[in-house]
């Protein structure tokens, strides 16, 4: 079993920045692959990047890419989303989630992961 806690989500202007983090329990966080989705209102949740168990592999949406990087600290057991750039349609509720050796295009499934965290809300005024 894993767990999963969201943080840094907040309210930012347009054009600025935030780090998400996901801080995941357990001893083997580094076999799971770690992904970030995110659900506007009214909208389907969509996979925004994803890193692969080893580190190897990272996916990132067309509308996030260049702006938004993931990367993983494996002593810290923690994963995070670096967002900048931001823009009114980047808010939404972003979730972390883990999928156990995962890598490849399986990294934009939402369908792969079988663990999430309870989500945190990012809001772009414009």
Do not use: H
């Not at 949406?61 to 009114?88: E, W």
């Not at 792969?112 to 965290?117: C, I, N, Q, S, V």
């Amino acid at each position: 079993q894993v767990q999963l806690v969201e943080s840094g989500g907040g309210l930012v202007q347009a054009g600025g920045s935030l780090r998400l983090s996901c801080a995941a329990s357990g001893r083997t966080f580094g076999t799971y692959a770690m992904g970030w989705f995110r659900q506007a209102p009214g909208k389907d949740r969509e996979s925004v990047a994803a890193i692969s168990w080893n580190g190897d592999n990272t996916y990132y949406a067309d509308s996030v890419r260049g702006r938004f990087t993931i990367s993983r600290d494996n002593a810290k057991n923690t994963v995070y989303l670096q967002m900048n750039s931001l823009k009114p349609e980047d808010t939404a509720v972003y979730y972390c989630a883990a999928d156990q050796w995962g890598s490849g295009y399986g990294l934009r499934l939402s369908n792969k992961y079988d663990y999430w965290g309870q989500g945190t809300q990012v809001t772009v005024s414009s």
